[in-house]
């Protein structure tokens, strides 16, 4: 979860969000799951 001052700030906190877990996952050799399917709330 992530917030910001607007919209926009809290979007671009989630992708930092998800890069950096995706780089620790990665660091720590735990499988990164496949996106699946279409994202209802987007």
């Not at 995706?22 to 994202?39: Q, V």
């Amino acid at each position: 979860m992530s917030d910001g001052v607007s919209y926009e700030d809290a979007i671009w906190n989630v992708k930092i969000a998800i890069s950096e877990w995706i780089e620790t996952a990665k660091s720590l050799g735990r499988e990164i799951p496949e996106p699946k399917g279409r994202l209802i709330y987007a």
